[in-house]
């Protein structure tokens, strides 16, 4: 019984997505294909999982034609992302891209204190500096990270990555809250994320339409692990925790893609790299524990909290269309 309630904890289930979206670039390196040709095969492979998944258990919900766009604009923004971090890691090296891409920490929260009135805690804040930080080493940046050929087009190319990442995931917590349908959400941008990808491979021309069979096997373990198992589990932490907490439970990724290019790949990491991703873990369970602890005390706090006055209920009127952007 604990450890059913252990899972249920949406930190737990953010950990665990974190860890299976981390598999993503060792499982890339082992099939050895280029990265539009890994995107387009892991979200072709892993829409059949996904729409029989969404059949079986939101069988009778609909979403709205303005959900559906929004759908669609996340798995473009995925799509994008996928592409244009590969294209900065190849341009500026993976320390620098790394470290780069993960802006969504500043951008998520900040999103969530606009359409949905989170407001971070000031520890979060403070936190973002190690995060990045220990990302920046994880990633190589110290060891040298910043080798590439064009780190000015690879660093706008990280930073764009970045938003488009962003895009994603506030579209994703959107969903959220939308009353279910997380399923056919990430199935419909499973579809727009392929479609991004095989596009943009035969525009560069490195789209590989006929794979090894071993390419293809390490492609559709990528596909259940992380486009299917790891981005619902994501999607469901997020619909519970705050923005801030699960862009926060994000910045794992990279640490545990460390761990498992050591496993995998034998790639094992330097001194400061294992710095860098001692760094990440203590922050993110700081920050996980402490708010937590917060949002304990804040949800005390609202139960002998008097009923608001007229001029919150203007104010929180006034908010509402904001909140309908998205």
Known sequence: MPHSRILADPRTQGLLGALAIALSAPLVALSGVSSTTATFFR?????????????????????SPAARRRHVLAGVLLGIDMVLWSEAILSVGAGVATALVNIQVVLVPLAGLLWFGERPSRFFWM????????????????????????PWYGTVMAVLAGVAYAGYLILLRRAGTEGGGRTTMLATATAASATVGGLSG????????????SALLWLLLLAVTAQVVGWLL????????????????????????????????????????LTGCALV??????VSFLGSRSRHWSSRYNEHRPMPGLDE??????????????
Request: charged share 15%.
């Open 43 to 63: 979200c072709l492979f892993a829409l059949p999982i996904l729409m029989v998944l969404a059949r079986a258990r939101e069988r009778g919900h609909r979403h």
């Open 127 to 150: 936190s973002i500096p190690l995060m990045l930080a220990g990302t920046a080493l994880a990633g190589g940046l110290a060891d040298g990270g910043t080798a590439g050929s064009d």
């Open 202 to 213: 035969l525009v560069a021309g490195n789209l590989d339409v006929t794979p090894t069979a």
């Open 234 to 273: 994501v999607g469901k932490a997020f619909s519970a925790l705050t923005a801030s907490g699960g862009s926060a439970v994000l910045m794992l990724q990279p640490a545990a893609a460390i761990v498992f290019g050591a496993v995998l790949l034998g790639q094992w990491p330097t001194p400061l790299q």
């Open 281 to 286: 873990v203590a922050a993110v369970g700081a």
């Open 313 to 326: 209920l203007r104010r929180d009127r006034a908010r509402e269309p904001v909140s309908r952007l998205l």
